[in-house]
């Protein structure tokens, strides 16, 4: 009976461990895609976590023509002032439907077509980075760079987004685009 107990404490420790290690290359480091030139900047919908100020520094240095953010939110004055602000570039919104990855996937693969494009930059937060690359180009067969704003997250934040985007993936296999 004391082996048994052991060896399901052992378990209970060493899972969480192996998951965590096991994940650390998808959620923590995902591959990274080195810069180039596209036909348009894709900022994803999240938390305003700097992901629209990269999003318009890569435009702003000439990595893509236009900036297409991804506004989900009910109101937000942030995304007020991108989607009405004067640049030197185009920029644009969209409200995806459904309002998730899924969603912004859909109008990636709808403005490619309308809008012949064959690469687009897609800025997210690192946790989100492979999860979206597997959503995007489920809907979309065009060249996806994906660049994240860096992230300081505390653990309790990594152990949610390990988890939630762990869900992400299971639903994404049973979902199409």
């Not at 999003?55 to 991108?82: C, D, E, H, K, T």
């Not at 934040?157 to 199409?176: C, D, M, P």
Request: proline share 6%; net charge positive; hydrophobic share 40%.
């Amino acid at each position: 009976m004391w082996r048994r107990r052991r060896y399901r404490y052992l378990a209970v420790a060493v899972v969480p461990v192996a998951i965590t290690v096991a994940l650390w290359p998808v959620y923590v480091r995902p591959q990274a895609d080195p810069l180039a030139r596209a036909d348009a900047i894709v900022v994803l919908g999240g938390a305003h976590d700097g992901r629209e100020e990269l999003g318009l520094q890569l435009a702003a240095a000439g990595w893509a023509p236009q900036v297409v953010f991804s506004n989900p939110y009910a109101y937000s004055s942030l995304m007020s002032r991108i989607c009405h602000g004067g640049y030197s570039f185009r920029v644009s919104c969209f409200r995806p439907d459904p309002g998730t990855t899924r969603g912004e996937g859909r109008e990636i693969a709808r403005r490619a077509e309308q809008e012949g494009w064959h690469r687009v930059i897609v800025v997210t937060f690192t946790p989100h980075v492979s999860r979206s690359r597997y959503i995007i180009g489920r809907c979309w067969d065009g060249d996806i760079t994906m660049a994240a704003v860096p992230s300081r997250l505390s653990p309790q934040v990594w152990a949610f987004n390990y988890i939630y985007q762990s869900f992400g993936y299971a639903r994404a296999v049973l979902e199409k685009c």
